[in-house]
């Protein structure tokens, strides 16, 4: 079993910027796709980015201001959040698939974390 436990969010203005951490415990996996993705009230939750061995990519709306990195030490992955707009407002979460791919979809994904708010001021 993984568990995914997220960290980082908190209110920050509009401009501004936060880290989120998602640390990972438990069974290891020697290929694994890393996904972030966040959920504001009422919507679907949608795709921010992945990173696997072959890559990174990201959603159009955050391309140029989010980056994500691991930390393979500390099992642990990152979303550098720059720039960041009050659309950004959202419970950001982690999750994990057990493969390597461009997965863009929740259904993809095995692992998740339990999630973290973020939101951005006006």
């Known amino acids: 079993q993984v568990q995914l436990v997220e960290s980082g969010g908190g209110l920050v203005p509009a401009g501004g910027s936060l880290r989120l951490s998602c640390a990972a415990f438990g069974r290891t996996f020697s290929t694994v796709t890393m996904g972030w993705f966040r959920q504001a009230p009422g919507k679907e939750r949608e795709f921010v980015g992945n990173t696997r061995w072959s890559g990174t990519d990201y959603a159009d709306s955050v391309k140029g201001r989010f980056t994500i990195s691991i930390d393979n030490a500390k099992n642990t992955v990152y979303l550098q959040m720059n720039s960041l707009k009050p659309e950004d407002t959202a419970v950001y979460y982690c999750?994990?698939?057990?493969?390597?791919?461009?997965?863009?979809?929740?259904?993809?994904?095995?692992?998740w974390g339990q999630g973290t708010q973020v939101t951005v001021s006006s």
């Open positions: 999750a994990a698939r057990p493969s390597y791919g461009d997965f863009r979809v929740p259904s993809a994904y095995n692992y």
